[in-house]
């Protein structure tokens, strides 16, 4: 079902090679935060953590991170998870730990709903952001920390979601689902080498932290599976995101930044983050901006991304009510096959926390730059709809061709309240975006 078909591959790996020949070097994270070795290790079996897949391990999880909490030895602490499947209700991290998952280890989140710890709302959501209230605690939590690795040689954690999943669909939701990892206030954090797979909700979530590398990662979750986003960096900066796969029921990454009147009001932006090399295919969107951006998301960079079976390649969405601005993103060397619709850039978005959103807070939008995008068997090119009274502005479109369903030819463009220019794009672009008295804006961009 995950399985890359074999044209993609194919692809990515061309694509890999003209990227290798074209700049001589691989670009990637590292320096963002120095990668750890850790003198001081234990094992989950020290505390009495048994790998049976039935034992609760809770208190064997939670007694290690307080024992590394208050030993505070000299560079910090591995907590080693050997192979085998570790049962466990949510737990805390700390800082300067790494959680290290051997190969065959998987650490499992227990079904035990009714006893999930709530933690308060965050204050640029101002409610969970499915239910009123509170939110169900993240599966791996960590506030406030600094210093922490989640890596090792590939094992899995494992949201067991399907019994969220289900709570949603039949509407018993009392409280927003649980994040499978969030890092909440933290920097110096670096997510390597692990699978994640069946996430209650989203899968990994950095909120107002910085300096954040995710890696190598491995994020599976069916289809169907309700708002079981990738990675979203929430009102963080310097996040880089690189060599992953990603499959998922809803947007692979997602950048957001606080909702409507709460976020504007916590004003915090997501800026600086990358994302590259990333593969993967979702039923709504590949790479993603928004919905959520009333904090502000500014200097995004996503480039070698492969998408496919999807819902849309690229999305920027926004709504009246959120405020906040988006600006400077760029995304280029893009493969898409089979998505419904390549580009699409909106200001109707919907979804608000309550009727308390400002009508006159309109979003920003200007300096989005796609370029070196090929889509084949895509349905439908794109659409860039602003809004009336908040145009987008410096939208620039440089060669871009997205093949349609049988043949070269995609239904046209649709565009409204957008300014900006287009170079080399097929089918090509509404006339909005031809405009040669804004191509002088985009001229650096292409
Ligand atoms: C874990 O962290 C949350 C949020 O910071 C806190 O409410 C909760 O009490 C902590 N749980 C434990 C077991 O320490
Ligand atoms: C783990 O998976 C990553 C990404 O798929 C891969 O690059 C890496 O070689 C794997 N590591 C190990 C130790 O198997």
Redesign the pocket.
Known sequence: MFRIQPLVSVLLCCFTFWFHISFGYLITCSGIVPMRYRKDKVSITDFGGVGDGKTLNTKAFREAIYRIQHLRRRGGTLLYVPPGVYLTESFNLTSHMTLYLA?GAVIKATQDTWKWPLVAPLPSYGRGRERPGGRYMSFIHGDGLRDVVISG??GTIDGQGGIWWNMWRQGNLQFTRPNLVEFMNSRGIIIS?V?FKNSPFWNIHPVYCSNVVIR???ILAPTDSPNTDGIDPDSSSNVCIE???ISTGDDLVAVKSGWDEYGIGYGRPSSHITIRRVTGSSPFAGIAVGSETSGGVEHVLAENIVIYNSGIGVNIKTNIGRGGFIKNITVSQVFMENVRTGIKIAGDTGDHPDNRFNPNALPYVKGVTLKNIWGVKVQKAGSIQGLKNAPFTNICLSKINLHGMTGPRSPPWKCSDVSGAAIEVSPSPCAQLSSPQQSGSCANHF
Do not use: G, L
């Open positions: 190969r040689e590939n080498n699978i190598y990662v491995t060599d992953s796969f």
